[in-house]
């Protein structure tokens, strides 16, 4: 009988430190420690635009393997590769807490300020990626803050490129028409005007005046324009429920954007 050959025994691939569920559980927490403790599962489903069950099963369950997959594939970059990685393929998230914004602790006091208002009308002026910017900002903002997390409502014309959807904003398609424009606009305001949120955005919406101020008076409406419209003088607001945000910054994409806040003449 031929004597059975032996063969060197291989060992096992050495897996990544953490399982996909421990990767799972530790991106949970530190979203939590980034937004807040009591964030929950439906908080950040909501903000990424799907249902609870499907993020909750997503940590614990069938992300489970792309998440190790995933992990060991980004562990074959330097951290600086990954740095830049993450960079190239992840928009940005606008806050009053975002460093284009947060260095100036007295124009980030004026923008809780104005946020707080349960009613009126606030105009963002000046360069329109900042304008944004600001107004995706304010949107942002008011979810984490309010105490019940209520969502905001809105409409943009500008598609969520290069940061971050508002959930409850209406994006409209790119290279749409004026006249596209206007037509949707007309389709989406009833939803805005019924909907239960106290905040309305408007990015480069064409003019609905007398929509606009109506609503104003019921909710906080946020708007980003090239300029301050021309308010008939019987429909303007008293000063301490309306705003003028002026915003100027740079050409570079992450220069700190510089806030001026008036009352809306």
Same mark, same amino acid.
């Given at each position: 009988?031929?004597?059975?050959?032996?063969?060197?025994?291989?060992?096992?691939?050495?897996?990544?430190?953490?399982?996909?569920?421990?990767?799972?559980?530790?991106?949970?927490?530190?979203?939590?420690?980034?937004?807040?403790?009591?964030?929950?599962?439906?908080?950040?489903?909501?903000?990424?635009?799907?249902?609870?069950?499907?993020? =909750?099963?997503?940590?614990?369950?069938? $992300? @489970?393997?792309? *998440?190790?997959? &995933? !992990? %060991?594939?980004? #562990?074959? /970059?330097?951290?600086?590769?990954?740095?830049?990685?993450?960079?190239?393929?992840?928009?940005?998230?606008?806050?009053?807490?975002?460093?284009?914004?947060?260095?100036?602790?007295?124009?980030?006091?004026?923008?809780?300020?104005?946020?707080?208002?349960?009613?009126?009308?606030?105009?963002?002026?000046?360069?329109?990626?900042?304008?944004?910017?600001?107004?995706?900002?304010?949107?942002?903002?008011?979810?984490?803050?309010?105490?019940?997390?209520?969502?905001?409502?809105?409409?943009?014309?500008?598609?969520? =490129?290069?940061?971050?959807?508002?959930? $409850? @904003?209406?994006? *409209?398609?790119? &290279? !749409? %028409?004026?006249? #596209?424009? /206007?037509?949707?606009?007309?389709?989406?305001?009833?939803?805005?005007?019924?909907?239960?949120?106290?905040?309305?955005?408007?990015?480069?919406?064409?003019?609905?005046?007398?929509?606009?101020?109506?609503?104003?008076?019921?909710?906080?409406?946020?708007?980003?324009?090239?300029?301050?419209?021309?308010?008939?003088?019987?429909?303007?607001?008293?000063?301490?429920?309306?705003?003028?945000?002026?915003?100027?910054?740079?050409?570079?994409?992450?220069?700190?954007?510089?806030?001026?806040?008036?009352?809306?003449?």
């Amino acid at each position: 009988m031929k004597p059975e050959s032996k063969q060197p025994r291989l060992t096992q691939p050495i897996q990544p430190t953490f399982s996909g569920y421990a990767i799972g559980e530790q991106l949970h927490l530190a979203l939590k420690a980034a937004h807040g403790e009591d964030l929950t599962y439906a908080q950040v489903a909501d903000q990424i635009m799907t249902v609870r069950s499907t993020y =909750h099963r997503w940590c614990r369950d069938v $992300g @489970v393997e792309h *998440l190790r997959i &995933l !992990t %060991s594939l980004m #562990e074959l /970059l330097t951290a600086e590769e990954r740095m830049s990685f993450w960079g190239s393929v992840c928009r940005d998230r606008p806050s009053l807490r975002h460093p284009r914004l947060a260095h100036d602790a007295n124009g980030i006091a004026r923008l809780h300020a104005v946020l707080s208002k349960p009613n009126g009308i606030t105009v963002i002026t000046g360069p329109g990626s900042a304008a944004t910017f600001v107004l995706t900002a304010f949107g942002i903002e008011f979810r984490r803050q309010d105490r019940s997390h209520r969502a905001v409502a809105g409409l943009s014309v500008h598609p969520p =490129h290069t940061t971050i959807p508002v959930p $409850g @904003v209406h994006y *409209l398609p790119p &290279l !749409t %028409s004026r006249q #596209e424009q /206007l037509r949707l606009v007309r389709e989406i305001w009833p939803l805005l005007d019924q909907s239960d949120a106290p905040v309305v955005l408007l990015d480069a919406v064409p003019d609905l005046v007398t929509e606009v101020l109506a609503l104003a008076r019921r909710k906080h409406v946020i708007m980003s324009l090239a300029q301050v419209p021309e308010w008939p003088p019987s429909r303007r607001f008293p000063a301490e429920t309306a705003h003028h945000v002026t915003v100027s910054t740079s050409p570079h994409p992450s220069a700190p954007i510089e806030v001026k806040v008036d009352p809306l003449g």
